[in-house]
């Protein structure tokens, strides 16, 4: 499942879903743009996750649930609880993180 945020809702979402990926975004974030694509294509070949996209500028809240200091940041969530963040702009990246929690 995919759900990009329109709301400051990730909380929420994290407590009522086993394994959550998240992609902090922005719009004016080249990298974030370039990196969208791939992480709605990882959605959809990950069915027992669900997947967020979230823009970091519009949701202070769900920002504050990862490190998030660069942008795109990518985080994984196991039982409402932080595993493990990147920043990164590399899909074998990103992979290898989603894949620490499947």
Known sequence: ML???DKD??????NS????????AATWCGNCRIMK???K???NQQEAMTFVIADAEKFPESRQLADVSNLPTFA???NG????????N????LNELVNEIV
């Not at 809702?9 to 994290?14: D, H, R, S, T």
């Not at 590399?90 to 990246?93: D, L, M």
């Open 37 to 39: 694509p791939k992480f």
């Open 81 to 88: 609880k932080l595993v493990n963040q990147t920043q990164t």
């Open 41 to 43: 294509k990882l959605a």
């Open 3 to 5: 759900l990009e945020l």
């Open 17 to 24: 879903n086993d394994k959550v990926v998240v992609q902090y």
């Open 9 to 14: 809702n990730l909380q929420e979402i994290v």
């Open 76 to 78: 994984t969530f196991v």
């Open 90 to 93: 590399k899909a074998e990246v």
